[in-house]
């Protein structure tokens, strides 16, 4: 059994998964910073780009949107068509949209790094157990759920409930793996809420200008009823009465089976060091992750791709080497698709295990590796070992990373990991004295630098501080300045 735990205040709300006492799923969420996945906006089309098939949106936020062909949805004589003309050849964008038009969007991936939102036309609004498409009219039933027959069950019922609801009329439905034991009332008051917050957008389409935000995903906080809760699931605990009040009577509405789990933590203690979750938060922004056996992972991110080192440290304890290896990569399988969750790392991973030498083992890390990332909520591919050892997977990326969300590259070595020497930071100035005596012709450098550069100019480098002095026939006076970093420093001319 899993426990969820919720600590919120005005400025950010924190959700961690806790099963067995180890912390599983960690999700932050600023009121600043929410995500925008989800959210529904009435965009105006900045620029059509024909030699990228793409388009982009001005939604009234600091980039434009992006939105490709193969995300706009088509009407009327265009749908009979589809994307492609009578020869079967796709229909160009500038075909399909125009400079200055008006569109309904709907934001399916968060702005990344320099990356603006990417957009989709075809709008899908979530709810407990449905997916309603307003724009489809068929029935699509989630893969995970149960055989071929139970899924054509629930097809015919989903097809009599849509039929009975007449109210707002249209569209089309999927249903999520919840649905499966769901009952026609429960399925019922979905369809009718997915309708009525349908109605409301395309009221406010039709009276707001564009850049206008017409309908937002649920909070942190809701989708923790929503997405996270299962049957699994043992309590929710939340540390805010005012919150709990406000999750109460909307699961009471959607949800009231999660409802039930739902407690309002009164402990003395912040609800957080209960499993010391601030301390795991700690160790999932870290570059190194420490093993049990006496290995660690080392995880680098970057912009396209994350890799995962696993090492043997200090493990020593099997009997021989291949042992040694074999037990490492086992516990590195668990604590790898552990961090991709708490880390919320997506895109292409590259894992690059200890080297084995047997296929029975290669085989058998695999298989807890994929045991292991099957508990996953988020789509996870795996390969499997390619002929230079390393296992390649994927893990879909919809918002930020961990890192990304409450980390900022190092002013000190802009994001490098490391930083010049102080021996460095010396050669570099006397360069620069060098190029600027040959350009100028002042009475005196002197230069301004960290305390550590000063005292190695005055002490080690002191000869060739002097040489240099002799050769451009200035002296060079030295101050150091306690705030600056290594690498900072000013020659100024006197």
Known sequence: MEDILINWSPQETRVAVVENGSVQELHVERTLERGLVGNVYSGKVARVLPGMQSAFIDIGLERAAFLHVADLHLTG?????????????????????????????????????SKGARLSSQISIAGRMLVFLPQDEHI??????????????????????????????????????????????????????????????????FNSPPGTLLHQDLSLVERVLRDLTSDRTGSIRIDSKLQYDVLHAFGETFMPAATAKLEHYRGERPIFDLNN?????????????????????????????????????????????????????????????????????GGIIIVDFIDM??????????????????????????????????V???????????????????????????????????????????????????????????ANVVEMLLDEESQHLAGLSDFIGKPISLTAEPTNQTEHYDIVLL
Request: with cysteine; proline share 2%.
């Open 77 to 113: 004589t265009q749908a009979g068509r589809g994307h492609h003309g009578e020869a079967g050849v796709a229909t160009p964008i500038e075909r399909l949209v125009f400079e200055g038009q008006t569109l309904t969007v709907q934001v399916i991936k968060d702005p990344i790094g």
């Open 140 to 205: 699509g039933i989630s893969q995970k759920i149960g055989s071929h027959e139970a899924r054509e069950q629930l097809r015919a019922r989903m097809q009599i409930l849509v039929g009975k609801a007449e109210e707002g009329g249209g569209g089309g439905f999927i249903l999520r793996t919840n649905a499966e034991d769901a009952s026609d009332e429960e399925l019922a008051s979905d369809i009718a809420y997915l309708r009525k917050a349908w109605a409301a957008i395309r009221e406010r389409a």
């Open 277 to 345: 979750i601030d301390a795991e938060l700690s160790r999932a922004l870290a570059r190194r992750v420490d093993l049990k056996s006496g290995g660690y992972l080392i995880f680098d991110q970057t912009e396209a791709m994350t890799t995962v080192d696993v090492n043997t440290g200090g493990f020593v304890g099997a009997r021989n080497f291949d042992d040694t290896i074999f037990k490492t990569n086992l516990e590195a399988a668990g604590a790898i698709a552990r961090q991709l969750r708490l880390r919320n790392l």
């Open 357 to 390: 030498t047997r296929e029975e083992h290669k085989s058998a890390v695999l298989t807890e590796f994929r045991k292991q990332l099957s508990r996953d909520r988020t789509k996870v591919t795996l390969g499997g070992f390619t002929q230079l050892g390393l």
């Open 392 to 450: 390649e997977m994927t893990r879909k990326r919809t918002r930020e990373s961990l890192s990304r969300m409450l980390c900022e590259p190092c002013p000190t070595c802009e994001g490098r990991g490391q930083v010049k020497t102080a021996r460095t930071i010396c050669y570099d100035i006397m360069r620069e004295i060098l190029r600027e005596a040959r350009q100028f012709s002042p009475k005196e450098f002197r230069v301004v630098a960290a």
